[in-house]
């Protein structure tokens, strides 16, 4: 657990997250619960994430593929990541989801998540 920066009565509890390349590199990070597995790439220098959006849910550039191991621990992705989802540059699969879209908790520390080979 590590103290937030700007407020220091506040503890922030960190998870980890594996991405792995379409190549089959791994990218072993941590991210404090509450960012996106967007910010959680973006913010380590993981690459494969483009995020032109900036997570707005407007472009489909934070694709990935969750584990299927893992694919019970998140929520059903809402309508409007459905929709996006059908716009990615490489076909989405049943374990498809957009990084700006799902929140890391606690629940998901230790999950694995791959990068589709390309995003634009």
């Given amino acids: 657990m590590v103290l937030h920066p700007v407020d220091t009565g506040k503890i922030l509890s960190f998870q980890r997250i594996t991405f792995v390349t379409a190549e089959g590199t791994k990218y072993p990070v941590e ?3 509450g960012w996106t597995l967007m910010e959680a790439a973006v913010k380590n220098a993981v690459p494969g ?3 032109e959006c900036g997570g707005s849910c407007a472009c489909a550039t934070c694709h990935l593929f969750v584990a ?3 694919s019970g621990a998140l929520p059903a992705p809402e309508s409007v990541e459905r929709d996006m989802l059908e716009c990615t540059a490489e076909p989405a699969t049943a374990h498809s989801r957009l990084g700006c879209q ?3 908790t606690a629940q998901l520390d230790g999950i694995v998540i791959h990068l589709p080979q390309s995003q634009v």
């Fill in 102 to 104: 799902v929140r890391v």
């Fill in 68 to 70: 299927s191991e893992w």
């Fill in 31 to 33: 991210a404090p619960v």
């Fill in 49 to 51: 994430i483009v995020a």
